[in-house]
């Protein structure tokens, strides 16, 4: 992508209003615009993140054997009667009538629903195991839409929903869930922890909430420090095997949220591996067994012939909401500092002097060479001042920089620099171009 021909308003002050820093980052440089409490647009360089993020939380889903789907943002009413949570909800759910007089709703979530299609076409155990899930905006009319889009009145969320004939057997998918989510954040770049947790307005008996740390997170959180340092199960491990060492090797360390707090428990810890900190609730899974099939008779036949309610959980990750926890834990005084996986461009190359002949074709040859290699390139090709440039590069946060300009191509070298450490070198242009891979 070229500069000039792209759109990236970028603003120098830090707006009042946001008031931490993931937020004042996204709107600084012009990754999602407010158009009313908890309602965004998504802007290019915004957009292209969550794009990547979905991405990655797609490929973690399938390799788990889950099953893409696209359900509607809108619902009835009268499904969510039938499980009655329609009453229960509360203030948090967007109701509509459409002109017919019918009670529709802005979906918050999506148990009901998919319940809904799944008896439509499951009626025999042997279709089981079976895990739909989609990525699909949400509407929850909170009553403190704040921090961005950390906590959106219409929000991006990846939701499954698995289905089985037994409690066991659920148990296996809850598992399956537990070790995708964990190398989900891991390819994020984030470090998040499962954490026992309140099972809400969802229901059901089994929990845990995947929390990142940050000091302007919205929980109080207390695990052990093993957890912290415990590196995600990996993505060559086999998700038809048994998972339940993969999940007791974590569940056997203390990690609670404040609802779920037990003081005893974590006083009983040696002092160095206490963490007491401010987390966010980036992922939330469920087991909640047949707390919607039942009343919704969703029943299969069973291997002896009986007709049985489905086993269901259910597993939600903020997609939205990680783009900004994502720059709570990754940015410096410059401006955002994007993991690999997720940055908008690989490499942003800045032209020190557009219009000079040598250093335009220098800046071409290495723009095309990345594209023609499928890496995304931002190629600042503006007239602004190389100051300027070289603070917007930082601020938006690219990986890698590739700087070339009039006096480094004398001596036959541009400047490679890596966002993160700092770290600047001079190489041929060749050279620079392998390194940035
Ligand atoms: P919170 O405690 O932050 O209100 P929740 O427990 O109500 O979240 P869940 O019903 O567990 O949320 O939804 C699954 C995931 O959706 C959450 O873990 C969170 O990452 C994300 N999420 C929930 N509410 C919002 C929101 N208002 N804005 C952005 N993401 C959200
Ligand atoms: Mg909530
Ligand atoms: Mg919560
Ligand atoms: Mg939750």
């Not at 949570?85 to 009538?97: F, Q, S, V």
């Not at 891991?186 to 998040?192: F, I, K, M, W």
């Not at 415990?230 to 569940?251: C, H, N, Q, W, Y």
């Not at 002092?271 to 099939?293: L, M, N, P, Q």
């Amino acid at each position: 992508m070229r500069l000039s021909k792209y759109f990236l308003p970028v603003s120098k002050e830090a707006p009042s209003d946001a008031a931490i820093v993931s937020h004042q980052l996204m709107l600084r440089t012009g990754m999602v615009r407010q158009n009313g409490a908890g309602i965004y647009t998504w802007l290019p360089l915004g957009l292209r993140v969550l794009k990547k993020i979905e991405q990655i939380v797609r490929e973690e889903m399938n390799r788990a054997g889950a099953v893409e789907i696209l359900m509607p943002t809108l619902q009835q009413a009268d499904l969510w009667r039938e499980s009655g949570r329609y009453e229960a909800y509360g203030k948090e759910m967007l109701r509509i009538t459409d002109r017919h007089d019918r009670d529709m709703l802005f979906g918050p979530t999506n148990e009901e629903l998919v319940t809904d299609v799944f008896r439509s076409y499951v009626k025999s155990y042997k279709q089981l195991p079976l895990n739909l899930y989609h990525q699909q905006w949400k509407f929850r009319d909170e009553i403190r839409p704040r921090f961005g889009v950390m906590r959106g009145r219409e929000f991006m969320m990846k939701d499954a929903y698995s289905f089985d004939l037994t409690a066991e057997d659920a148990r296996h998918s809850y598992n399956r869930m537990f070790c995708a989510y964990l190398n989900t954040f891991s390819r994020l770049g984030l470090t998040a922890v499962p954490m026992r947790a309140d099972t809400g307005p969802i229901g059901g008996e089994l929990s845990h909430e995947f929390i990142i740390l940050a000091d302007t997170g919205e929980s109080a959180v207390f695990c052990d420090k093993t957890l912290l340092d415990m590196p995600a199960p990996g993505i060559d491990l086999d998700f038809s095997a048994d998972l339940s060492a993969e999940v007791e090797k974590r569940t056997q360390y203390y990690a609670a949220t404040e609802e779920m707090h037990d003081e005893a428990a974590f006083e009983a810890l040696p002092e160095d591996r206490r963490v007491s900190a401010r987390g966010i609730e980036v992922g939330h899974i469920f087991y909640f067994g047949t707390k919607y099939s039942e009343p919704m008779n969703a029943v299969v036949q069973g291997p002896d012939g009986q007709m049985v309610p489905v086993e269901m959980g259910s597993y939600g990750i903020g997609v939205s909401r990680l783009v900004g926890g994502i720059i709570e834990a990754c940015h410096d005084e410059n401006g955002i500092v994007w993991p690999d996986g997720v940055a908008p461009f690989h490499v942003g190359i800045i032209n020190m002097r557009a219009g000079d002949e040598e250093c335009d074709a220098a800046c071409e040859q290495a723009y095309q060479a990345l594209e023609l290699a499928g890496i995304d390139a931002l190629y600042d090709d503006t007239e602004d001042r190389a100051g300027g440039k070289f603070a917007r590069m930082d601020l938006i946060g690219l990986p890698w920089q590739i700087v070339i300009g009039p006096r480094g191509l004398k001596n036959g070298v541009v400047e490679v620099k890596n966002r993160k450490t700092g770290e600047k070198e001079e190489l041929p242009l060749a050279d620079a171009l392998a390194k940035v891979r």
